[in-house]
DNA sequence: AGCAAAGTTGACCGCCCGGTCCGGTTATTG
DNA sequence: CAATAACCGGACCGGGCGGTCAACTTTGCT
């Protein structure tokens, strides 16, 4: 059904290129956010500033084929925590995951970066119902408080990262603090009623 | 010692339109962040662009003019809270004012638009040394648990703003779920060990 | 080896930005 | 009501951006 590029396999010199251009992208847009210019990723690359638009039409585009990357491998790793029998170990661990991940890279901005494509707000739809899944599981066994809804942790998620960002020469690892903080707000012990109802963030499943 | 236009009274119009121009800079900042452009804030203000740089030397300088406004205000109310009985009320008072008036006015740049000026400078630290102070009362109090410092208060106090923001179209007061989240999160009923020491965020006061 | 298709390149275009500048306008003072 | 200094505005400048294109190089098939 998604009639992606059937019968074009790609020349040698021309996927080594767009597998640099993707790295330099990431590590380019990870150090200046998304002011990051198009000229500066294709010379970080070692190419041309034409080669980045024949293989990403826009830099949009690019900005997108990173994130849909990001949100693939997330999503793996939630999915393979699915099976863990510990439900709340299993959502810490894919809180830390998710850290990690944006602390090597900074990408927050792609949460926003909205309806750049379908695709992307395919695969974040996944990803989502995923973290979902993780959430109602954690919550069913009490590992946390029973109104918090998976749309809170997703929006929690980036937030050690986020709150890390300020501190001028912060240590790799700072956000753990921060994450193991908003953890404890989650659990049962923590037991203030929420002034507000959660919101919906269009969870629905265009599933498997 | 902060010799600050010493003689020049400023003109009817002239006074008039800075005014304009800070409120019309703030609107197109909360609006478009770093981004707005100063010929749309001179539009919105309804002068030329000209007269934009007239009243400040430079877009960081219109930035400083409205971080300083802000900070000042959060500061004030900050102080007021030092001599509450209640500490942790007090505290969390405190973070419900800075989260409603980033709320109005998103304005978590301006955390980030650091050395602009040393006056920026001045102003924040004094409102952390404040921050700082009503953390400390709290965790007297054994309010909030021993492990929280001021500056784990600082950078936590945008967050609920910050998770709201990805919410595309939040109600206005959603951000209070969130800082109930981490507020909770703070609480001695918590209690999990946190896996990495605070950072220092230079609370040196150069005080009153 | 030879050749067509695929890929690359950097000069180039139009656009928008922050900041400058000077001719014209307005508020203030006696 | 002058007269003057303060103030205003918008055309203008240099620079950087995303994106295009036609001339050139490389790849891979025969």
Redesign the interface.
Known sequence: MTGVTPPRPLRADAARNRDALLAAAADEFAERGLEASVADIARRAGVGKGTVFRHFATKDDLLAAIVIDRMDALDAVGQDLLTADDAATALHEFLTAAAHQRQQRDLSFL??AGDVSPEVTRTRTRLYATIDHLVARARTQKAIRPD?TGA?VI??M??PN???????E??P??W???L????????P????P??????S?DLSDTAT
């Open positions: 949460q926003s918090i809170d929006l929690l980036c937030a986020y709150v890390v960002s300020y501190v001028p912060a240590p690892d700072l753990q603090r921060y193991a903080i908003i953890f404890d707000g989650l659990r012990a923590a037991a203030h929420l002034p507000h109802p959660p919101p963030l």
